[in-house]
């Protein structure tokens, strides 16, 4: 176990060290700050006295390691267009991602576990049939187009909810949640539905397929033989065992949502840390970009460490079998 | 003797083909079936467009003003031969819609090509050689498996189009565009065709081939590819619904397609600035011909996964 906790550490600091790198040939490279300090009117001895003021003559892994220095400390440098140091920024836009994505993860989750049971377990009923189909349907919906037909029914139509932004915001020392007031609920519902859609229907299949290859386990067969009730067999022996592997995709699930929650928070305009780099991208403000790279590639290194960590602590045969020929995943 | 029947005494070929193993599993499955004809219909319309297409959209001579804002034809005040309505130059959606599919599958498809030709090779010298280069080329697929595909294509598309001059961007949009869904998608097809590298390469035939005095290469075509053709067609068939997903996001987004050279995602972006004034058709019906398209190239691409590999499932 030790030694494949060991590996995803490795895996980790390498993914790091090269966005990392990416981040900061992006920043030096394409930002070019001299210019965007001086502008087209200065001369070239302004521009040296400038880079040698700010250090930009230094060799640059020197640079590279003060970079990281900075981002360490939270010191991502100045967002060109909002002209606010890119880390207050962050600050502000991050409760906002947390809990769009940690309320639709709670809805895929909640929904997709007992859509795919049930379908496992009344396998061959019509209904069970028509849902697994519709499920395809749900994975061939982008997101945006969720996002865009749920304001067409919800705002445009009927009035109901609120087609953007995020409502009354209450704020608990730095974070500001929208789940403590009715506006900031009533905002919230469509832009997590529409995150979630697609991932209630990659969960319902994947819980489904494991319930039923668990439920072709020799053990089922025996507790079936020993008289044990069909509900018991299938919530206390099967539903254990079927979402070992749950636990996996959702912390993956978790990631992707952040990935498309950039889409979403465009659609509905939340502001959140995905619209602020949808922003960022569109008027080139590098600071901000390469901020956003390396805090997404710590976020992405933690969810993927934390859920090869777990599958270790649900699963004993993971952690009976690394002697062998567990590593070699 | 004629010739419609060779002397072998082999059924003729629409025959055979009834017959295969494959066709028969498609005849008994009737999501693909369904899958199918959309997709028949759908590409059908997007190629024929220039000659079905009530209108040309392009050709801003034949755009009637007067004709602006219509809503579908069954909607009070809609108009023949509109049969989706208008937008506000007086272009018919319905024409729209059919070019923009040209677009976003001649995207979609060509991304694919690129994710799974660079996949494939990469993927091949990876498992062939192993080595360096292999270690190398496994670690950057890696790495990108820690990251959500479509981040990596609005990276790659997003930084790509805004730092280009601007007088580029429209011409490069679409080069732009296959590298970044291209790019973000090949460590897929470099895991699958690397792992079956590794199970071939050490097989009594491809030995033999080597001690033919057969080039690496000539192996890796010749004997490992095939192998692992099948699997690489599947995930190629799905992929093609990730791509044309991923180009109208981005398109969608703005870091893809230019309002010159529209595709599902970027008519979707101009509609919806008119969904809050009641022009809802510019919008939804872009929007339902996505998601058909996308679903119909799910439907086929899980019949053929399961047809043809299916432990792949």
Same mark, same amino acid.
């Given at each position: 176990?030790?030694?494949?906790? *060991?590996?995803?550490?490795?895996?980790?600091?390498?993914?790091?060290?090269?966005?990392?790198?990416?981040?900061?040939?992006?920043?030096?490279?394409?930002?070019?700050?001299?210019?965007?300090?001086?502008?087209?009117?200065?001369?070239?001895?302004?521009?040296?006295?400038?880079?040698?003021?700010?250090?930009?003559?230094?060799?640059?892994?020197?640079?590279?390691?003060?970079?990281?220095?900075?981002?360490?400390?939270?010191?991502?440098?100045?967002?060109?267009?909002?002209?606010?140091?890119?880390?207050?920024?962050?600050?502000?836009?991050?409760?906002?991602?947390?809990?769009?994505?940690?309320?639709?993860?709670?809805?895929?989750?909640?929904?997709?576990?007992?859509?795919?049971?049930?379908?496992?377990?009344?396998?061959?009923?019509?209904?069970?049939?028509?849902?697994?189909?519709?499920?395809?349907?749900?994975?061939?919906?982008?997101?945006?187009?969720?996002?865009?037909?749920?304001?067409?029914?919800?705002?445009?139509?009927?009035?109901?909810?609120?087609?953007?932004?995020?409502?009354?915001?209450?704020?608990?020392?730095?974070?500001?949640?929208?789940?403590?007031?009715?506006?900031?609920?009533?905002?919230?519902?469509?832009?997590?539905?529409?995150?979630?859609?697609?991932?209630?229907?990659?969960?319902?299949?994947?819980?489904?397929?494991?319930?039923?290859?668990?439920?072709?386990?020799?053990?089922?067969?025996?507790? &079936?033989?020993?008289?044990?009730?069909?509900?018991?067999?299938?919530?206390?022996?099967?539903? &254990?065992?079927?979402?070992?592997?749950?636990?996996?995709?959702?912390?993956?699930?978790?990631?992707?949502?952040?990935?498309?929650?950039?889409?979403?928070?465009?659609?509905?305009?939340?502001?959140?840390?995905?619209?602020?780099?949808?922003?960022?991208?569109?008027?080139?403000?590098?600071?901000?970009?390469?901020?956003?790279?390396?805090?997404?590639?710590?976020?992405?290194?933690?969810?993927?460490?934390?859920?090869?960590?777990?599958?270790?602590?649900?699963?004993?045969?993971?952690?009976?079998?690394? *002697?062998?020929?567990?590593?070699?995943? | 003797?004629?010739?419609?029947?060779?002397?072998?005494?082999?059924?003729?070929?629409?025959?055979?083909?009834?017959?295969?193993?494959?066709?028969?599993?498609?005849?008994?499955?009737?999501?693909?079936?369904?899958?199918?004809?959309?997709?028949?219909?759908?590409?059908?319309?997007?190629?024929?467009?220039?000659?079905?297409?009530?209108?040309?959209?392009?050709?801003?001579?034949?755009?009637?003003?007067?004709?602006?804002?219509?809503?579908?034809?069954?909607?009070?005040?809609?108009?023949?031969?509109?049969?989706?309505?208008?937008?506000?130059?007086?272009?018919?959606?319905?024409?729209?819609?059919?070019?923009?599919?040209?677009?976003?599958?001649?995207?979609?498809?060509?991304?694919?090509?690129?994710?799974?030709?660079?996949?494939? /090779?990469?993927?091949?010298?990876?498992?062939? /050689?192993?080595?360096?280069?292999?270690?190398?080329?496994?670690?950057?697929?890696?790495?990108?498996?820690?990251?959500?595909?479509?981040?990596?294509?609005?990276?790659?598309?997003?930084?790509?189009?805004?730092?280009?001059?601007?007088?580029?961007?429209?011409?490069?949009?679409?080069?732009?565009?296959?590298?970044?869904?291209?790019?973000?998608?090949?460590?897929?097809?470099?895991?699958?065709?690397?792992?079956?590298?590794?199970?071939?390469?050490?097989?009594?035939?491809?030995?033999?081939?080597?001690?033919?005095?057969?080039?690496?290469?000539?192996?890796?075509?010749?004997?490992?590819?095939?192998?692992?053709?099948?699997?690489?067609?599947?995930?190629?068939?799905?992929?093609?619904?990730?791509?044309?997903?991923?180009?109208?996001?981005?398109?969608?987004?703005? /870091?893809?397609?230019?309002?010159?050279?529209?595709?599902?995602?970027?008519?979707?972006?101009?509609?919806?600035?008119?969904? /809050?004034?009641?022009?809802?058709?510019?919008?939804?019906?872009?929007?339902?011909?996505?998601?058909?398209?996308?679903?119909?190239?799910?439907?086929?691409?899980?019949?053929?996964?399961?047809?043809?590999?299916?432990?792949?499932?």
């Amino acid at each position: 176990m030790i030694a494949l906790l *060991a590996r995803r550490v490795g895996h980790g600091i390498l993914v790091l060290f090269v966005v990392s790198l990416l981040a900061f040939l992006l920043s030096t490279v394409v930002g070019d700050p001299v210019a965007s300090i001086l502008g087209l009117s200065a001369t070239p001895e302004d521009r040296i006295e400038l880079a040698s003021r700010l250090g930009l003559d230094r060799p640059w892994f020197v640079r590279y390691v003060d970079y990281i220095w900075n981002a360490v400390h939270f010191r991502f440098g100045m967002s060109y267009s909002a002209q606010r140091p890119v880390a207050d920024l962050l600050v502000e836009r991050i409760p906002a991602t947390i809990e769009l994505a940690s309320v639709a993860l709670v809805i895929s989750l909640g929904v997709g576990i007992p859509l795919g049971l049930a379908a496992a377990v009344n396998r061959g009923k019509w209904w069970a049939t028509v849902l697994m189909s519709s499920s395809v349907i749900g994975l061939s919906l982008p997101t945006f187009v969720v996002g865009i037909l749920l304001i067409f029914v919800f705002s445009v139509q009927l009035g109901w909810l609120p087609s953007f932004g995020r409502g009354e915001t209450v704020a608990i020392g730095w974070w500001t949640t929208g789940l403590l007031t009715k506006s900031g609920l009533l905002a919230l519902i469509m832009p997590a539905t529409a995150l979630a859609i697609s991932q209630i229907a990659l969960i319902a299949r994947l819980v489904r397929a494991e319930m039923l290859d668990v439920l072709r386990a020799d053990y089922i067969r025996f507790a &079936r033989a020993r008289g044990i009730s069909q509900r018991s067999i299938q919530f206390s022996h099967a539903l &254990r065992n079927t979402l070992i592997p749950v636990i996996t995709v959702s912390g993956i699930q978790l990631g992707f949502l952040v990935a498309f929650a950039i889409v979403a928070e465009a659609v509905f305009q939340w502001p959140g840390l995905g619209l602020l780099f949808i922003t960022a991208l569109g008027s080139t403000d590098i600071p901000v970009i390469s901020a956003f790279l390396l805090l997404a590639a710590a976020f992405f290194v933690a969810i993927n460490f934390i859920v090869d960590v777990l599958y270790v602590v649900v699963d004993p045969r993971l952690r009976a079998g690394t *002697a062998g020929a567990g590593a070699s995943l | 003797m004629s010739l419609a029947t060779p002397r072998t005494g082999r059924p003729a070929l629409p025959a055979r083909v009834w017959r295969a193993p494959l066709t028969k599993s498609f005849r008994r499955a009737p999501a693909a079936i369904v899958g199918a004809l959309i997709l028949v219909i759908l590409i059908g319309g997007a190629v024929l467009a220039p000659w079905i297409a009530p209108t040309d959209p392009y050709d801003l001579a034949s755009l009637d003003l007067f004709a602006s804002r219509l809503p579908p034809i069954w909607v009070e005040g809609g108009e023949w031969p509109y049969i989706l309505g208008t937008d506000g130059q007086g272009a018919d959606v319905l024409s729209l819609i059919l070019y923009g599919m040209r677009t976003s599958l001649s995207v979609g498809v060509l991304a694919v090509l690129v994710s799974s030709g660079l996949g494939t /090779f990469l993927g091949l010298t990876a498992g062939y /050689f192993g080595g360096l280069a292999g270690g190398i080329i496994m670690r950057a697929a890696d790495i990108q498996f820690t990251f959500p595909a479509i981040l990596l294509a609005l990276l790659i598309g997003g930084l790509g189009t805004t730092l280009l001059p601007t007088h580029l961007q429209a011409t490069l949009a679409v080069p732009i565009i296959v590298a970044a869904l291209g790019l973000s998608h090949w460590p897929h097809f470099a895991r699958l065709v690397r792992g079956a590298v590794l199970v071939e390469k050490t097989k009594d035939y491809v030995a033999a081939a080597r001690l033919a005095g057969r080039g690496p290469w000539t192996i890796m075509r010749r004997q490992i590819l095939p192998n692992v053709t099948n699997a690489i067609l599947v995930l190629a068939t799905l992929d093609i619904a990730f791509a044309v997903m991923g180009e109208s996001t981005l398109s969608f987004l703005g /870091f893809g397609l230019p309002p010159t050279e529209p595709s599902l995602g970027t008519l979707i972006r101009t509609g919806y600035a008119y969904l /809050f004034s009641g022009e809802w058709w510019l919008v939804i019906f872009p929007a339902l011909t996505l998601v058909l398209l996308v679903f119909a190239v799910n439907l086929v691409g899980d019949w053929l996964r399961d047809a043809l590999n299916p432990r792949l499932r």
